[in-house]
């Protein structure tokens, strides 16, 4: 049976994942941390070569696997990619045109693709686009207000991300509940370190919170989610910080971290109740911000069937479900305590029976998906 190999590259992290498309097996996956970190493997090449032996330690040698393709999480495609694409010479060059959009997540992810390529030669290797689901956003949710000249020029629009987690598990959200794609109205809300919701009417994406970069909307781990965009230029010309500085600090100082202390929801909840105020207000803005944009989407699909809550936060954290959707019965949404806190890691409903709108949990499996996409290139 064969298996696809799913590599998801950033800056300092390395995610595999041997999954098996046919029966949606995973049969090994990992991680390898602080890549170019002192205490670290020094480089994108050691530490899949450091994935290669833990597979090897779990029994997996990669050229008995009756391996398919390695399939590469490509964040940003621009508008050049949409579909999974063969990884080609052409195509890392055209990445690297491509990097100025992404400038924190598409360079590692070319780079994995370059290392992998030379590794495993004689296997395909496959681009999946974090922004494909959302290419054909309606105009009116694609365009930002801006000199239409200005964004033409430089490609600015909103492009969206986590798209293979969206689409997985609006999908799978349909086949629990018996119903046909195309006639749900859902809300996807993907809580992990990185954070997005979308609105899908009728199988087809019509918003989504993030826009021309990773960085639009929810509150996430390290990252600000929505700000006045004219916040960036007082602080260059205030606090003369540079635009790298300004860059690293929406990115990676801010979100959760920023204004709370801690990325980890576990470790937010451990300070709440230790009186901590700096994390019980980042809490607070967290779930202010996920309950406009629940509103915002109610609008802009005139009322949903579903919503789903998926990724680490979402699967995981039973308060901010709760907290999230507390006192929302008059827009037809009421979560069952009991449902809610039941210790499962199975897709499952959790609103109750007089809710109009279904709330689900629904596990994500990103690499699954990127799997699928990629047989689905190979025929
Ligand atoms: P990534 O975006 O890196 O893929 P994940 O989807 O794995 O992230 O989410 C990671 C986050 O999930 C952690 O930072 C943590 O906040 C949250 N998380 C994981 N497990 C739990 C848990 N049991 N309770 C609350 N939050 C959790």
């Not at 004689?122 to 239409?148: E, G, K, M, R, S």
């Not at 960036?232 to 920023?258: C, K, W």
């Not at 006192?327 to 109750?352: F, K, W, Y």
């Amino acid at each position: 049976m064969s298996s696809v190999l799913v590599l998801n590259c950033g800056s300092s992290t390395l995610k595999y994942a041997l999954v098996r498309p046919s029966s949606g097996e995973t049969a090994a996956s990992g991680l390898v941390e602080r890549i170019g970190e002192a205490d670290g493997v020094p480089d994108h090449e050691a530490a899949l070569r450091q994935a290669f032996d833990q597979l090897r330690e779990a029994g997996i040698d990669l050229h008995d696997a009756d391996l398919a393709a390695v399939g590469h999480r490509a964040v940003h495609g621009g508008r050049r990619f949409i579909e999974p694409t063969l990884v080609t010479d052409e195509l890392i060059a055209t990445m690297h045109q491509l990097e100025p959009l992404a400038p924190l997540h598409n360079p590692p992810g070319v780079l994995g693709m370059e290392v992998a390529r030379k590794l495993l030669p004689d296997v395909a290797h496959i681009a999946v686009f974090d922004t494909a689901f959302f290419h054909h956003l309606p105009p009116a949710a694609a365009h930002y207000a801006l000199d239409a000249e200005v964004a033409e020029r430089w490609h600015i629009r909103r492009y969206g991300f986590h798209g293979q987690s969206h689409e997985y598990v609006s999908q799978q959200a349909a086949a629990f509940l018996d119903r046909p794609y195309d006639q749900l109205r859902q809300i996807v809300l993907h809580l992990g370190n990185g954070a997005s919701a979308s609105a899908i009417d009728r199988g087809r994406p019509v918003d989504t919170s993030m826009g021309m970069t990773p960085m639009e909307g929810l509150v996430m781990g390290t990252r600000s989610g929505d700000i006045d965009p004219g916040v960036v230029g007082y602080l260059h010309r205030t606090a003369q910080m540079s635009v790298a500085e300004i860059d690293t600090l929406l990115n990676r100082r801010s979100g959760m971290l920023g204004l709370g202390g801690a990325v980890d929801f576990r470790e937010i909840h451990a300070r709440i109740d230790a009186g901590d105020e700096a994390a019980t207000l980042a809490y607070d803005v967290y779930c202010h911000r996920l309950r406009k944009y629940i509103g915002a989407y109610l609008a802009v699909l005139g009322g949903a069937d579903v919503l789903s809550f998926t990724a680490g936060v979402g699967e995981n954290d039973a308060l901010v479900r709760a907290d999230v959707l507390a006192g929302l019965g008059a827009l037809g949404i009421e979560v069952d305590d009991a449902l809610n806190t039941a210790d499962s890691r199975e897709i499952r409903a959790i609103s109750t029976d007089a809710s109009a709108v279904t709330v689900l949990v629904v596990p994500t499996n990103e690499e699954l998906a990127i799997a699928r996409s990629c047989m689905a290139v190979l025929g």
